[in-house]
């Protein structure tokens, strides 16, 4: 079946500095979807890809969906201490509309 | 606007017993997605309803879990003869169409199996 993999699985670092994680499928996905999740809490949508190659920017965060629609990476710029929180990525294969989430990246700063 | 809810908040329940939880998705909502998420993994993908009908059971890991949505709004996750392996966060999302559209996450239930 269908595997979304996603790197690293943990994250720690220095408010200012940039974090980026990567999101893998092992079939074509129709979209993409990324999701935060603070401790806690539940997943809440972030941003949808659909395009092949597709880039799309919230502020400090930019999303990528690659050419093949099989992987995805989340950049943040500049990360502050709000942007603490664990990062899925989630999609359905291009033949059915299920969701198939990602480990998630946990992703820690510090003051 | 209300959000999705989800009853009960959380729920212990001894081995071997059988459990209902609750989904109210966004009015409107076609889609519900239940899912199952453990500590430190992403969301686990159980059963999907596109109206009353379940368009995709795949994920349900054994037939001790059977979910409804009779009337195409609130649904029912069931279990039956609970496993302390079952132990996990429940989650409810609803959207407004199939596979492509944002979901929007209810805050859970934390089931305890003793």
Not at chain 1, 65 to 93: M, R, W
Not at chain 2, 52 to 68: H, I, K, M, W, Y
């Amino acid at each position: 079946g269908q595997q979304v993999m996603q790197i690293p699985q943990y994250q720690h670092v220095q408010e200012g500095e940039d974090f980026t994680t990567y999101c893998n499928s092992s079939t074509t996905l129709s979209n993409i979807q990324w999701y935060k999740q603070r401790p806690g809490g539940h997943p809440v949508f972030l941003i949808q890809l659909v395009k092949s190659g597709e880039v799309k920017k919230q502020k400090r965060l930019t999303f990528q969906f690659g050419e093949a629609k099989k992987n995805s990476s989340l950049h943040i710029t500049a990360t502050q201490t709000t942007d603490v929180g664990t990062y899925f990525c989630a999609g359905p294969p291009w033949n059915n509309n299920d969701m198939r989430f990602g480990a998630g990246t946990r992703l820690t700063v510090k003051p | 606007g209300a959000g999705v809810s989800q009853t009960p908040s959380n729920k212990v329940t001894e081995k071997g017993k059988y459990v209902e939880l609750r989904c109210d998705p966004i009015s409107g909502h076609t889609a519900l997605y239940w899912y199952r998420q453990s500590l430190g993994q992403g969301p686990e993908f159980l059963i999907y309803f596109q109206g009353t009908g379940a368009a995709d059971d795949s994920g349900l890991p054994n037939d001790r879990f059977f979910a409804v949505r009779p009337e195409g709004s609130v649904s029912t996750l069931k279990i039956q003869r609970t496993e302390r392996g079952d132990s996990a966060v429940y989650l409810c999302a609803s959207s407004l169409g199939p596979g492509g559209n944002e979901q929007f996450f209810g805050p859970g239930t934390r089931l305890t199996v003793l």
